[in-house]
T-cell receptor
Framework: GEDVEQSLFLSVREGDSSVINCTYT??????LYWYKQEPGAGLQLLTY?????DMKQDQRLTVLLNKKDKHLSLRIADTQTGDSAIYFC???????????FGAGTRLFVKA | DTAVSQTPKYLVTQMGNDKSIKCEQN?????MYWYKQDSKKFLKIMFS???????INETVPNRFSPKSPDKAHLNLHINSLELGDSAVYFC?????????????FGPGTRLTVL
């Protein structure tokens, strides 16, 4: 079946690292994504990783993919108050016009 | 330049009414979607259209009828509105010629049914 799971809340102090975890079920997914949703706005793509990679780094963001365990994580270094948002993990199973989203992790950054 | 736009941004209406939400994308994408996000922020796909053809209909009540007059537009008409229809509705598009299925979301329409 298709399912993407992630924890619902994460609270960190400003300047610390945040790690948001996700598990997915469809091993055929070619790409896995992280989207960010700020209050009152739509989702925006933050980063994505191709399924044959195990790590991708983009400035303060590091994505780790463990394909064997179907586990994806997003690390935000030096978390800022502006990073407070909901982060959605998502997968695109091959052959479909469908992206499956997790329930979203609410990141709270304390000053 | 707004990539994916939706109107209206807010919609407050009585139970039993019929309403429409419009969506337009200027990205030249072939695929458009409607998602429903409930009060707990769960995001569920409702419909997907590719080149004006319905591809996905995720067991949505037939009170919801999407219409795609052309590739750049996907409108959502809802008949006989119910309290449970209150949510934020997001339109999105993606380019199926690209390597990824990156979704480009509109700003959302917050529907409140009284």
């Amino acid at each position: 079946g298709e399912d993407v799971e992630q924890s619902l809340f994460l609270s960190v102090r400003e300047g610390d690292s945040s790690v948001i975890n996700c598990t997915y079920t469809d091993s055929s997914s070619t790409y896995l994504y992280w989207y960010k949703q700020e209050p009152g706005a739509g989702l925006q793509l933050l980063t994505y990783i191709f399924s044959n990679m195990d790590m991708k780094q983009d400035q303060r963001l590091t994505v780790l993919l463990n394909k064997k365990d179907k586990h994806l994580s997003l690390r935000i270094a030096d978390t800022q108050t502006g990073d407070s948002a909901i982060y959605f993990c998502a997968e695109s199973p091959t052959g479909g016009f469908k992206t499956i989203f997790g329930a979203g992790t609410r990141l709270f950054v304390k000053a | 330049d707004t990539a994916v736009s939706q109107t209206p941004k807010y919609l407050v209406t009585q139970m039993g009414n019929d309403k429409s939400i419009k969506c337009e994308q200027n990205l030249g994408h072939d695929t458009m979607y409607w998602y429903k996000q409930d009060s707990k922020k769960f995001l569920k796909i409702m419909f997907s259209y590719n080149n004006k053809e319905l591809i996905i209909n995720e067991t949505v009540p037939n009170r919801f009828s999407p219409k795609s007059p052309d590739k750049a537009h996907l409108n959502l008409h809802i008949n006989s509105l119910e309290l449970g229809d209150s949510a934020v509705y997001f339109c999105a598009s993606s380019d199926d010629r690209g390597h990824t299925d990156t979704q480009y979301f509109g700003p959302g329409t917050r529907l409140t049914v009284l």
